[in-house]
T-cell receptor, first 116, second 115 residues
């Protein structure tokens, strides 16, 4: 079975500082994708960043980067130069590639507050 | 291009009733997935539809069902509602399922409260 664990229910960071959100997952699959999604208060969930398991290079999207440790099954998100608009719930997700389609598994989320 | 829309946005029902939620995907998207979001459980996958066929199903009881129409719009039905069904129900659409990645775009969700 696939599981995704986010061990930090809540985190806070000062504006302009850097914060790292943790995520671990468990799978026996070899072909999969990992994602971080952001859900701002009362707003729609949007994709922050994705990582293909077969790629060793860590994904980066502007101020967002990941530390993907495949052997350790760890996938953390680093937010640099935190901004007030980064305040949101962040979900780590694992996507399993199946012949019938893709199946997603989400963690329980980390609520991030950026403090002015 | 319009995003994923879900109706209604809020719903209050009582135990034992049934409810139908609707999701209209982004134009051109043919795959629709449904998720249940609760504070303690995060998002849990309910099912995925493509070309009017259920492709994948999560671990939910048979009270949860869905369907997809020829225009790719999807409905989710929950019968005999229980208090524990109170949640935010999210719909996500993508171009198609497959053996590679297709980005999911989420709707705003339907907040269901069961009294």
């Amino acid at each position: 079975a696939q599981t995704v664990t986010q061990s930090q229910p809540e985190m806070s960071v000062q504006e302009a500082e850097t914060v790292t959100l943790s995520c671990t997952y468990d799978t026996s699959e070899n072909n999969y994708y990992l994602f971080w999604y952001k859900q701002p208060p009362s707003r729609q969930m949007i994709l922050v960043i994705r990582q293909e398991a077969y790629k060793q290079q860590n994904a980066t999207e502007n101020r967002f980067s990941v530390n993907f440790q495949k052997a350790a099954k760890s996938f953390s998100l680093k937010i640099s130069d935190s901004q007030l608009g980064d305040t949101a719930m962040y979900f780590c997700a694992f996507m399993r590639v199946l012949n019938t389609g893709n199946q997603f598994y989400f963690g329980t989320g980390t609520s991030l507050t950026v403090i002015p | 291009k319009a995003g994923v829309t879900q109706t209604p946005r809020y719903l209050i029902k009582t135990r034992g009733q049934q409810v139908t939620l609707s999701c209209s995907p982004i134009s051109g998207h043919r795959s629709v997935s449904w998720y249940q979001q609760t504070p303690g459980q995060g998002l849990q996958f309910l099912f995925e539809y493509f070309s009017e066929t259920q492709r994948n199903k999560g671990n939910f009881p048979g009270r949860f069902s869905g369907r997809q129409f020829s225009n790719s719009r999807s409905e989710m039905n929950v019968s005999t509602l229980e208090l524990g069904d109170s949640a935010l129900y999210l719909c996500a659409s993508s171009t198609r399922p497959g053996r590679d990645y297709n980005e999911q775009f989420f709707g705003p969700g339907t907040r269901l409260t069961v009294l």
